[in-house]
């Protein structure tokens, strides 16, 4: 197994180990933005608000509070919490409040998921630059080398044209499908927020003026 992937590097040429250099940076923006996007950041926001609605309409805001608090890192608790602790404050003061936070927890959300793109661009660019290597390495072999050596000369030339860009595909078609899952995640996660926030703002609106209707 190692020694086909060895010959499999060495055959594709020097681009082969800028590729996986790209690979390898790739896999570590994967890792680190699906624990923080799937377990740190979401939650189940239906489930949440429920409990937050039902805690603000029994006037418990300090368990609401409580309540974002155990949420941990998750990102619609954060902004929650920030207006809950303005619930009594004017209108005005709470929109601020869950505007603030939107835009603290926002940039957090979205880093690192687009670089997926710019990686698999890289990739497929790298492969095409080695398959250019490649070709000139052919022409090369076509024109200059011995006749006896022709023939492996261009081997190792056509090696290297296709090999470069079969890695760099297989690189990119999975940043671009990661992208694409951790795209939707986010999209999620932004919309609770934006969802929410709202409701909440009604909610504590409507507490203020002694209703309790969303």
């Not at 608000?49 to 155990?70: E, G, P, T």
């Not at 809950?84 to 003061?93: F, G, P």
């Not at 999209?187 to 703002?201: A, C, F, G, P, R």
């Amino acid at each position: 197994m190692f020694g086909a992937l060895q010959k499999f590097m060495e055959d594709g040429g020097a681009y082969m180990w800028v590729i996986a250099l790209v690979l390898l940076i790739a896999i570590a923006v994967m890792i680190e933005r699906i624990i923080f996007l799937f377990f740190r950041f979401n939650i189940n926001a239906n489930a949440f608000m429920s409990q937050v609605q039902k805690l603000v309409m029994s006037n418990n805001i300090d368990r609401a509070i409580k309540l974002c608090n155990a949420a941990g890192n998750a990102a619609l608790p954060k902004v929650i919490k920030a207006g809950l602790t303005r619930a009594n404050k004017s209108e005005v003061e709470i929109s601020n409040a869950l505007e603030e936070t939107s835009l603290e927890v926002l940039p957090l959300i979205l880093k690192r998921t687009n670089s997926l793109v710019t990686l698999a661009q890289v990739a497929t660019y790298l492969g095409l630059l080695g398959t250019i290597a490649g070709m000139i390495q052919a022409f090369d072999a076509v024109a200059n080398a011995a006749p006896e050596q022709k023939a492996t000369a261009l081997a190792a030339a056509i090696s290297v044209a296709m090999l470069t860009t079969e890695f760099g595909l297989i690189v990119a078609i999975p940043c671009m499908v990661v992208h694409l899952l951790l795209s939707g995640i986010t999209n999620k996660i932004i919309q609770e927020i934006d969802q929410y926030s709202v409701k909440l703002e009604n909610l504590l609106v409507s507490r203020s003026k002694g209703t309790t209707s969303l």
